[in-house]
C-alpha cells in the first residue's frame, strides 16, 4: 500500500484528490492538511510514502515545508502542484529535491500513474516538462563539476545525456540498441555514483552543472 498525504488550502481541490487515489486498491490518502505548517506535522506524524504539495498556500506555502520535511531523516517523496506550465517555484521546488510537478487540471490517470512512479523511484515525472522547466529558469553560470561525475564510464556519460534530455529508458534503449534493463542498470549506477534520488535529480544535477 503506498501512503499518501494531500497538501492544499483548497478543500473541495483535497476531497477530489481522495476521491480519485482512495478509488485504487493499492493507494491510500492517510492524511490532508491546508497549509505547510500544517503539513510538516501532519507529514511527520503520517509518515506517508508520496506527498501532493500545493506550492502556493498561507501561513507556510509549499516550498518552505518541502525543504523541511525533505531536511528530515528518511524523508517522503514530494510532488508539487501547481497551476503553471513553466512555474519558477516549481523549478525551485525540485532543485531543492522535490521528485517532480504535476498540473493541477491533470488527468486522473496521470496523476495516480505519477504517485506510483515517484514512489518506485525509478522514473521522472514530465521529463520533458523539468527538462523545460529548468531551460527557461537555469541558473547563469554553472555550478564546477563534481568529480564523482568523472568516475562515470563513457557509456554511462552517453546513457546520462541522454536521461537528462528527458528520454525514457525505452527511448534510450532504442536509440543505442539496448535493452531496457540494460539502460535501467546504466542509469541506477549512474544515480549512485552523482548520489542522486531519481531521473528528476539527474536532469537539475545536469543543468546545475553545465552538462544538459
Given at each position: 500500500m503506498?501512503?499518501?498525504v494531500l497538501v492544499?488550502?483548497q478543500?473541495?481541490f483535497?476531497a477530489g484528490?481522495?476521491?480519485?487515489?482512495?478509488?485504487?486498491?493499492?493507494?491510500?490518502?492517510?492524511?490532508?492538511a491546508?497549509?505547510?505548517?500544517e503539513a510538516l506535522?501532519v507529514v511527520?506524524?503520517?509518515?506517508?510514502d508520496?506527498v501532493l504539495?500545493?506550492?502556493r498556500?498561507?501561513v507556510?506555502?509549499g516550498?518552505?515545508a518541502?525543504?523541511?520535511?525533505?531536511?528530515?531523516?528518511?524523508p517522503?517523496?514530494?510532488?508539487?502542484?501547481?497551476t503553471?506550465d513553466?512555474d519558477e517555484?516549481?523549478a525551485?521546488?525540485?532543485?531543492?529535491g522535490?521528485?517532480?510537478?504535476?498540473l493541477?487540471?491533470?488527468d486522473p490517470?496521470?496523476l495516480?500513474?505519477a504517485?506510483r512512479?515517484v514512489?518506485a523511484?525509478?522514473a521522472v515525472i514530465?521529463?520533458s516538462?523539468?527538462?523545460?522547466?529548468?531551460a527557461?529558469?537555469?541558473?547563469?553560470?554553472p555550478?564546477?563539476v563534481?568529480p564523482?561525475?568523472?568516475?562515470?564510464t563513457e557509456r554511462?556519460?552517453?546513457i546520462?545525456?541522454l536521461?537528462?534530455?528527458?528520454?525514457s529508458?525505452?527511448e534510450?534503449?532504442?536509440r543505442e540498441?539496448?535493452?531496457e534493463?540494460?539502460?535501467k542498470?546504466?542509469?541506477?549506477?549512474?544515480?549512485t555514483?552523482?548520489?542522486?534520488?531519481d531521473r528528476?535529480?539527474?536532469?537539475?544535477?545536469a543543468?546545475?552543472h553545465g552538462l544538459?
Amino acid at each position: 500500500m503506498i501512503r499518501v498525504v494531500l497538501v492544499d488550502d483548497q478543500a473541495l481541490f483535497r476531497a477530489g484528490i481522495r476521491m480519485v487515489v482512495d478509488s485504487q486498491s493499492d493507494l491510500e490518502v492517510v492524511g490532508e492538511a491546508a497549509d505547510g505548517r500544517e503539513a510538516l506535522t501532519v507529514v511527520r506524524a503520517a509518515r506517508p510514502d508520496v506527498v501532493l504539495m500545493d506550492i502556493r498556500m498561507p501561513v507556510m506555502d509549499g516550498l518552505a515545508a518541502t525543504a523541511a520535511l525533505l531536511g528530515d531523516p528518511d524523508p517522503p517523496r514530494v510532488v508539487m502542484l501547481t497551476t503553471f506550465d513553466l512555474d519558477e517555484a516549481a523549478a525551485r521546488a525540485i532543485r531543492g529535491g522535490a521528485s517532480g510537478f504535476l498540473l493541477k487540471d491533470a488527468d486522473p490517470e496521470f496523476l495516480l500513474a505519477a504517485i506510483r512512479t515517484v514512489h518506485a523511484g525509478s522514473a521522472v515525472i514530465a521529463a520533458s516538462a523539468t527538462r523545460d522547466l529548468f531551460a527557461r529558469f537555469a541558473e547563469a553560470a554553472p555550478r564546477p563539476v563534481p568529480p564523482a561525475y568523472g568516475e562515470l564510464t563513457e557509456r554511462e556519460r552517453e546513457i546520462f545525456a541522454l536521461a537528462a534530455r528527458g528520454l525514457s529508458n525505452a527511448e534510450i534503449a532504442a536509440r543505442e540498441y539496448l535493452s531496457e534493463a540494460t539502460v535501467k542498470t546504466h542509469i541506477s549506477r549512474i544515480l549512485t555514483k552523482l548520489a542522486l534520488r531519481d531521473r528528476v535529480q539527474l536532469v537539475v544535477f545536469a543543468f546545475e552543472h553545465g552538462l544538459a
